[in-house]
């Protein structure tokens, strides 16, 4: 398996990217947006959850570890890291099994004690989606944007930017 990284294609990687983020937020935000869809994925995602944020430094500060930082450091370390890591000892499917559920795992508690299996499916999608994307790419890129789309839209929600339904 080759390294990822940026490499001549870095316009499409971002493209791609951002697109999806864009599709998949739409998609777990499709029950309130549209009036249709899985409800679950509001909670999952944890749309609407009050963090307490009550000054423009705690804003400014959560959006520099929500939606920049956690995206980079977690897209390293589950797709970029994990995920080869687990390819490379056994395959590629198990390695984005083990890596997706490790992902939905980690951010079982920060949506506020959801369920295990809302965290599993609700990230371990996202995770998977990841996965597929990277390998498509062979880039960290398109995953790290969709995962900064997405925290966008929930820190957005969190915060009373976007206050959808």
């Given at each position: ?100 559920i490790g992902f939905a795992l980690f951010h079982w508690n920060v949506y506020g004690g959801m369920a295990l ?49």
């Open positions: 398996m080759e390294e990822f990284g940026v490499d001549e294609n870095w316009k499409t990687d971002i493209i791609l990217g951002t697109v999806l983020g864009i599709l998949f937020t739409l998609f777990i935000r499709s029950d309130s947006l549209f009036g249709f869809g899985i409800p679950l994925f509001s909670s999952v995602f944890g749309f609407g959850t009050p963090y307490g944020i009550t000054s423009y430094l705690s804003i400014s500060t959560r959006f520099i570890v929500v939606v920049l930082a956690a995206p980079i450091l977690e897209e390293t370390l589950f797709r970029g890291a994990l995920m080869t890591l687990i390819t490379n000892m056994s395959n590629t499917t198990i390695g984005i099994i083990i890596s997706s299996s809302a965290s599993l499916m609700g990230a371990g999608i996202f995770g998977i989606i990841s996965c597929m994307v990277m390998l498509y790419t062979n880039s960290l890129i398109p995953p790290v944007i969709m995962h900064a789309i997405v925290n966008f839209s929930i820190f957005s929600e969190q915060i009373g930017w976007l206050s959808i339904g």
